[in-house]
């Protein structure tokens, strides 16, 4: 849908009126977004994590960042990277990291390049530990 920074495949003459995405039977989800204030201005990077556990372990997760590249963007092979792991602190945080070689950061107003790419990492473990129950996004 999105091609490009601000840019979509609809025509001027066309609107979106419904939106729907089938919730899955299993699984709890979590989302992060770091802005420079709070309300509807563009944030410095957004992420949303799908994640399926069971005693302990990623069995499926589903990873989606915005504001770190061109349009929205799913990591595939971060998602690889956290199926099959313990969901500890230590393991959470040192997948996250992978994100960072996923991700296509520019520098703008709101922040470089290099610190989106810290910044998402962060998020990223953190919107996982929220989707685990191990962290509450409201703190």
Do not use: M
Request: proline letters at 5%; a positive charge; hydrophobic letters at 45%.
């Amino acid at each position: 849908f999105f091609t490009g920074p601000g840019a979509n495949v609809l025509a001027a003459d066309e609107v979106i009126v419904k939106i729907r995405f089938p919730v899955p039977a299993r699984g709890r989800g979590g989302h992060v977004k770091l802005g420079l204030r709070k309300g509807t201005s563009c944030t410095v990077a957004s992420v949303a994590v799908w994640l399926v556990a069971d005693k302990g372990r990623v069995q499926d997760i589903r990873i989606a960042f915005g504001g770190v590249a061109p349009t929205p963007r799913r990591l595939p092979n971060t998602e690889a990277g956290f199926r099959g792991q313990a969901l500890d602190d230590e393991a959470i945080t040192r997948l996250a990291g992978a994100a960072a070689g996923e991700i296509a950061p520019i520098s703008d107003v709101r922040g470089s390049a290099e610190y989106r790419r810290r910044v998402s990492v962060n998020l990223l473990a953190k919107a996982v530990r929220a989707a685990a129950g191990l962290e509450d996004l409201e703190e």
